[in-house]
């Protein structure tokens, strides 16, 4: 169903349907415009004698003939009704106020209907975005996820017509207006999205929130060299603090204690920001690599913590003009330093836990890694 969504149900939530405007809606509120049967012969008594007064009531039904009833009893019931609905049918008939449809998918039968794909895009596999599309007080409201661990930037087009589309970013709270958007011949409104891996947004039409104007492009950058004063923080066994001249994991170190540690370190350097990076509009400090999440300090605020891809810290209303002091905190997981202990006797481990079987494989690369940019947007 690509560009369509769907939900998969069993009979329970069968029962509760009922059909307005010829569409099937559930309790909650939940509409949809098909229901797909599956391809079985088999069916339930109960099943059938819902499906045909949905039908009657205006709902269209997808699927192949009933021929036989699950269980021991009820096959003349079943194959009543089935003549009732399907009749001879080889492409489509009209049953009371909806009609079944005899063969073909559920996607090529809603394209044949005339009903464009709520949401699709190009440029990506077909499984690397998912959605779900939700309806609230005259707004389309649309989450969008990136499936992937690669950065996405695609055209997608959204079955909405009429209305300003903004990108809310769930994470953030920050509401844009897309750097690109238009109408399409065909009545819906194509946006270009940029998703880094794994993240999401929401893309809404017709809000009345006040959304800022399309992010300036990042243009200029200036490598965060070092070095780095580094020192640590655990309630188990800690090394002493130390400066790195370059940036790299912990696990690459030959000194045991910081090889397997597990806890925060505090990396402390300064930015030497040009005025002109000082002055800009959008200014992000980038991370590159982190095992596994950071807090970002600058002139001793706390700009943000962040925990996945793209780790970009915004700088835009604290960088300065000239000497600033940054320190990021770092916090690995608990794997390294428990595979450190299960090395020593147990009346030297700093660690307790009931795990007993530790993952295989080499240790969970830690730190803050990089490389760090200052990255703004230049004229």
């Known amino acids: ?6 939900d998969v149900t069993d009979e329970e939530a069968l029962l509760t349907l009922r059909v307005e405007n010829g569409e099937l809606t559930l309790p909650d509120g939940m509409r949809y415009r098909i229901l797909v049967l599956p391809d079985l012969p088999v069916i339930s008594p109960t099943a059938i004698k819902k499906i045909r007064s949905l039908v009657e009531a205006g709902a269209t039904v997808l699927g192949r003939k009933s021929e036989r009833a699950t269980g021991m009893q009820g096959d003349a019931e079943v194959r009543r009704i089935a003549d009732e609905l399907w009749g001879s049918c080889s492409s489509e008939r009209r049953v009371g106020k909806g009609r079944i449809v005899c063969s073909g998918t559920g996607r090529d039968l809603l394209l044949r209907d005339k009903i464009a794909p709520d949401f699709e895009f190009t440029g990506a596999p077909v499984e690397a975005l998912d959605y779900i599309h939700r309806t609230a007080g005259g707004v389309e409201i649309y989450f969008v996820s990136n499936q992937g661990e690669q950065s996405l930037q695609v055209p997608a087009t959204f079955r909405v017509a009429g209305k300003k589309p903004q990108v809310w970013d769930g994470v953030s709270g920050e509401i844009r207006t897309p750097a690109f958007w238009s109408a399409t011949p065909d009545g819906r409104t194509r946006v270009d999205l940029n998703l880094p891996p794994y993240a999401s947004a929401y893309v809404v ?37 130390q400066d790195f001249p370059t940036l790299k994991s912990w696990t690459e170190s030959p000194d045991p204690d910081l090889q397997y540690f597990s806890g925060t370190a505090i990396y402390s350097t300064t930015i030497d920001a040009p005025a002109a990076a000082a002055a800009s509009k959008r200014i992000l400090l ?30 835009t209303a604290s960088l300065k003009p000239g000497a600033n002091q940054l320190e990021i905190r770092v916090t690995n997981l608990w794997i390294n330093r428990l595979k450190g202990d299960a090395q020593l006797p147990v009346a030297e481990r700093t660690t307790r836990t009931n795990i007993t079987q530790l993952p295989k494989g080499p240790l969970m690369a830690s730190g803050l890694m990089g490389p760090v940019v200052l990255r703004w947007a230049g004229k």
Do not use: C
């Open 286 to 315: 980038d991370l590159g690599t982190v095992g596994e999440v950071a807090e970002v300090f600058l002139n001793v605020k706390s700009i943000g913590t962040y925990w996945d891809p793209p780790m970009q810290a915004d700088l």
């Open 205 to 241: 039409f017709g809000s009345s929130a006040t959304a800022l104007p399309p992010a300036p492009a990042i243009t200029q950058q200036q490598a965060i060299e070092g070095p780095w004063h580094v020192r640590f923080t655990s309630r188990a066994k800690s090394p002493a603090a």
């Open 1 to 6: 169903m690509p560009g369509f969504d769907y």
